[in-house]
């Protein structure tokens, strides 16, 4: 599968491995000469720089239930606002990643 025709920008020379799951692709940017390990999730509004690599089965989410009362369960508060995540040249990433 082409990921360029899908992706919101890719650079040249981009690794996607088997079994990663991306949401709403058209929100989601990978520079140049990075990859992506097998079985990763990256959600929406996730920017991945140039000479990347993010390891197999790693998750990136951007968004978050609210939690601003403890007397009301998170699932009933809502989610808060999506955060864009930005992660820059030249990283290894082998962990989770959570919008702050």
Known sequence: MDFKLLLLSRGIGVNIE???????VDAISIG???GVGRNSMIYKY???AKDRTIGGDIL???DNYEFTTTDVPMTQQGYQPFKPISIGDDI????LLLAA
Do not use: D
Not at 18 to 24: A, D, L, N, R, T
Not at 92 to 95: D, F, G, R, S
């Open 18 to 24: 088997i079994g990663v799951y991306f949401g709403k």
């Open 32 to 34: 140049g000469y990075s």
């Open 46 to 48: 996730t920017i991945i």
């Open 60 to 62: 990136i989410v951007t």
């Open 92 to 95: 290894c990433t082998e962990i």
